[in-house]
């Protein structure tokens, strides 16, 4: 695999984690707060989410490139030319 795959499924893994890890812990904002949306967060805390995001993407990537690299997971279209 080549790095630009490499690195295109990192940003695909990085957004899946991303959309995952968005909604724990948020509270939303109290009702008496005037000018803001009903749905929107207190306090979004989003430098903590992207690096929360960024390490657990980091493993999950490291996973999928271990598995490509030994063989658990073959993307060759040849293999499956039957």
């Known amino acids: 695999m080549g790095w630009f795959t490499a690195g295109a ?11 995952a890890v968005l909604p724990f812990g ?17 306090n979004p805390r989003l430098l903590l989410r992207f690096a ?5 993407a ?10 490509v690299d030994t063989g658990l997971l073959n993307l060759r279209p040849e293999a499956y030319s039957g």
């Open 9 to 19: 499924v990192y940003v695909v893994i990085w957004f899946l984690v991303l959309f």
């Open 52 to 56: 929360v995001t960024t390490v657990v």
């Open 26 to 42: 948020i509270r939303p904002l109290d009702p008496d707060d005037i000018g803001a949306a009903s749905g929107a967060p207190a």
């Open 58 to 67: 980091a493993v999950f990537w490291g996973a999928f490139l271990y598995a």
